[in-house]
T-cell receptor, first 115, second 116 residues
């Protein structure tokens, strides 16, 4: 079985401050982890993924995420938030060792960046 | 601009109408997906096609009928929908439908469907 949790419905941050959007996961085998962003009236856009290798993954628009196996977490981070980063963020997980081919999405976290 | 194109962007239909949603991708992807998304919720998987064959049907009511005419096109035929079917319908594609593939899904911008 695979599951993913995003514990925060909403994250508020001031422009220029660092931001973190949290994600924890559960899989039987090796996790394939993804972050997507959804802007209003748009589809989901891929930001970054972790499959193997370095625990710090860099993605689009200055975002990065840190894979922590012991804490089963994959938090999304950005050093300096922009108002234009305001959007809905989804974490997704797929069990890379078998099981479902389809990723499971978290419930989403709404990021609001205040000017 | 997204690489997965969905038409129409908006659709309003009555409960007795028949309409179709269309999705097209030219990335050579062999897996295509239909999702339903309610406001501020994660997308819910409806159907998956792999190599133009229906692989997964997540117990979707028969008033939704998917079709994959070729590797680039995916349709969703709608008939006798209910008001609770009003949602954003997203199409997605990915390189393959295989354990060895770890590539992300590419999403279209969706069709916003309203049932009167």
């Amino acid at each position: 079985a695979q599951s993913v949790a995003q514990p925060e419905d909403q994250v508020n941050v001031a422009e220029g401050n660092p931001l973190t959007v949290k994600c924890t996961y559960s899989v039987s085998g090796n996790p394939y982890l993804f972050w997507y962003v959804q802007y209003p009236n748009r589809g989901l856009q891929f930001l970054l993924k972790y499959i193997t290798g370095d625990n710090l993954v860099k993605g689009s628009y200055g975002f990065e995420a840190e894979f922590n196996k012991s804490q089963t977490s994959f938090h999304l981070k950005k050093p300096s938030a922009l108002v234009s980063d305001s959007a809905l963020y989804f974490c997704a997980v797929r069990d890379g060792s078998g099981g479902s081919y389809i990723p499971t999405f978290g419930r989403g976290t709404s990021l609001i960046v205040h000017p | 601009d997204t690489e997965v194109t969905q038409t129409p962007k908006h659709l309003v239909m009555g409960m007795t109408n028949k309409k179709s949603l269309k999705c097209e991708q030219h990335m050579g992807h062999r897996a295509m997906y239909w999702y339903k998304q309610k406001a501020k919720k994660p997308p819910e998987l409806m159907f998956v096609y792999s190599y133009e064959k229906l692989s997964i049907n997540e117990s979707v009511p028969s008033r939704f009928s998917p079709e994959c005419p070729n590797s680039s096109l995916l349709n969703l035929h709608l008939h006798a929908l209910q008001p609770e079917d009003s949602a954003l319908y997203l199409c997605a594609s990915s390189q393959g439908f295989d354990r060895s593939f770890n590539q992300p899904q590419h999403f279209g911008d969706g069709t916003r469907l309203s049932i009167l």
